[in-house]
T-cell receptor
Framework: AQSVTQPDIHITVSEGASLELRCNYSYGATPYLFWYVQSPGQGLQLLLKYFSGDTLVQGIKGFEAEFKRSQSSFNLRKPSVHWSDAAEYFCAVDNLRDNYGQNFVFGPGTRLSVLP | ETGVTQSPTHLIKTRGQQVTLRCSSQSGHNTVSWYQQALGQGPQFIFQYYREEENGRGNFPPRFSGLQFPNYSSELNVNALELDDSALYLC?????????????FGNGTRLTVT
């Protein structure tokens, strides 16, 4: 079965520091990968997505992610973190079934804290 | 462009009761999915509706059921509530123009079962 792991439950960085959140997936074919962010009490907001092509994808709020097939990874990065980036981050893979229907499998999430 | 809206925002029910949660999809989206997010966990897929029919289901018992209406809005119904049903229930819509359409989420309904 498809699965997504996020090895880091909680990460704390200082404002202005760089950030990398790890994501590994288990999927038989070329995956469709996503990163979402969730602020407390809110729904999930799409940060970026990877379908094919360039393995480095740009997203909103200055985030980027790199797809590495050899490592089954899709790590999220940001060069300089802002206090407003403190939130829960979820990596997800679209568990496609016969090109029909969607079933997103989410990782357990990484909580990001930002120190002033 | 109107986003995904869910109602109510919070709900408290007693074990054994039934509950209905509602969702209006984003403008132009014809597919609706429901997810359950327990505290401290990632969302888990419940089911998806497309053209008013269930189009995929996760590992949830039959007491979880749903509907999609002609205007693409949707309901999630849960019968015989159990304590473990306490969670944030997220609705997401997508445009069924391709299999790689991102999900757009609402802010969720927080259900507490006592």
């Amino acid at each position: 079965a498809q699965s997504v792991t996020q090895p880091d439950i909680h990460i704390t960085v200082s404002e202005g520091a760089s950030l990398e959140l790890r994501c590994n997936y288990s999927y038989g074919a070329t995956p469709y990968l996503f990163w979402y962010v969730q602020s407390p009490g809110q729904g999930l907001q799409l940060l970026l997505k990877y379908f094919s092509g360039d393995t480095l994808v740009q997203g909103i709020k200055g985030f980027e992610a790199e797809f590495k097939r050899s490592q089954s990874s899709f790590n999220l990065r940001k060069p300089s973190v802002h206090w407003s980036d403190a939130a829960e981050y979820f990596c997800a893979v679209d568990n496609l079934r016969d090109n029909y229907g969607q079933n997103f499998v989410f990782g357990p999430g990484t909580r990001l804290s930002v120190l002033p | 462009e109107t986003g995904v809206t869910q109602s109510p925002t919070h709900l408290i029910k007693t074990r054994g009761q039934q509950v209905t949660l509602r969702c209006s999809s984003q403008s132009g989206h014809n597919t609706v999915s429901w997810y359950q997010q327990a505290l401290g966990q990632g969302p888990q897929f419940i089911f998806q509706y497309y053209r008013e029919e269930e189009n995929g289901r996760g590992n949830f018992p039959p007491r979880f059921s749903g509907l999609q209406f002609p205007n693409y809005s949707s309901e999630l119904n849960v019968n015989a509530l159990e304590l473990d049903d306490s969670a944030l229930y997220l609705c997401a819509s997508s445009a069924k123009t391709g299999v790689n359409s991102p999900l757009h989420f609402g802010n969720g309904t927080r259900l507490t079962v006592t």
